[in-house]
């Protein structure tokens, strides 16, 4: 079994940072996708960024483009350097895990994902 454990939300100014990681546990798959959604009040989860394990791909949604950065600390660690934030920002942030490689036509879909975190909130005050 896999469990991702989210750390690092809070709340923070617009124009301000914050880092958020993703611990993951237990069984080690190669050829992992791992990356970010977020749900905020009110409105469906929605993807934010994703990096497959394998070759380093990225996705950004456009709305976090030159704002977020994903990096891979360590062989079980993904970090979402978020820049800039702003009040649209503000959600519960989930880190997803997938077994396999997602591809390009199915990374922002939630179904694509087998892992999910607990969340944590990240909230942007005007």
């Known amino acids: 079994q896999v469990q991702l454990v989210e750390s690092g939300g809070g709340l923070v100014q617009a124009g301000g940072s914050l880092r958020l990681s993703c611990a993951r546990s237990g069984r080690a798959f190669s050829s992992a996708t791992m990356g970010w959604f977020r749900q905020a009040p009110g409105k469906e989860r929605g993807f934010v960024a994703v990096s497959r394990w394998s070759d380093g791909t990225t996705y950004y949604a456009d709305s976090v483009k030159g704002r977020f950065t994903l990096s891979r600390d360590n062989a079980n660690t993904l970090s979402l350097q978020m820049n800039m934030l702003k009040p649209e920002d503000t959600a519960v942030y989930y880190c997803?895990?997938?077994?396999?490689?997602?591809?390009?036509?199915?990374?922002?879909?939630?179904?694509?994902?087998?892992?999910w975190g607990q969340g944590t909130q990240v909230t942007v005050s005007s």
């Open positions: 997803a895990a997938a077994r396999g490689i997602v591809s390009g036509t199915d990374y922002d879909r939630e179904e694509a994902y087998d892992y």
